[in-house]
């Protein structure tokens, strides 16, 4: 039932260590985007596809590689995490591109240690 | 890129009316928009203007004067479920498409 689910939750996890986040939407919307909360609530776009293509690519360190096998899935992998990484990472979508009304997932909350 | 400025803290009294400021700086604007986020939760979406003046939604209204870069949000008849944190949220050009960014957001705390 639910229009915008990611998993995992919560995710604890040491520096150094590889991970991936899912991300899965069934509204049949097109685009899909990937946003970072850091700790002082600051929500900034990382990610944006749109029908499987890349269109907004933010300064994101190399690290952070998403991928989309359709349009109904954004995958996020990171490579060697940092301090730095630990945040609440949202996955989105909307119906088309051009960032119109976004529906966020519940948050996915990365602790490295 | 941009700058979008919101009060980071307000408290009002169940039944009262808060007002939130978001001031912005952008140089490809193409609308307004505002989310609510409660704690520990996901932002929804509550309102949005492209066009200067007032757009009415229930309890909320979402004002923009796009010459003077400036937004508010309005919330009438405060209810304790109205306590959360409220996002301002500029769309604007990046590259070939549009991005939508976010400020700080402004938490408000309704009192009984």
């Known amino acids: 039932d639910t229009a915008v689910s990611q998993t995992p939750k919560y995710l604890v996890t040491q520096m150094g260590n590889d991970k991936s986040i899912k991300c899965e939407q069934n509204l049949g919307h097109d685009t899909m985007y990937w946003y970072k909360q850091d700790s002082k609530k600051f929500l900034k776009i990382m990610f944006s596809y749109n029908n499987k293509e890349l269109i907004i690519n933010e300064t994101v360190p190399n690290r952070f590689s998403p991928k989309s096998p359709d349009k109904a899935h954004l995958n996020l992998h990171i490579n060697s995490l940092e301090l730095g990484d630990s945040a609440v990472y949202f996955c989105a979508s909307s119906q088309e591109a051009g960032a119109n009304v976004l529906t966020f997932g519940a948050g996915s909350r990365l602790t490295v240690l | 890129g941009q700058n979008i400025d919101q009060p980071t803290e307000m408290t009002a009294t169940e039944g009262a009316i808060v007002q939130i400021n978001c001031t912005y700086q952008t140089s490809g604007f193409n609308g307004l928009f505002w989310y609510q986020q409660h704690a520990g939760e996901a932002p929804t979406f509550l309102s949005y203007?492209?066009?200067?003046g007032l757009e009415e939604k229930g309890r909320f209204s979402s004002f923009l004067s796009r010459s003077k870069g400036y937004s508010y949000l309005l919330l009438k008849e405060l209810q304790m479920k109205d306590s959360a944190s409220y996002l301002c949220a500029v769309r604007d050009l990046s590259g070939n498409d549009y991005k939508l960014s976010f400020g700080a957001g402004t938490t408000v705390t309704v009192r009984a």
């Open positions: 203007n492209v066009l200067d």
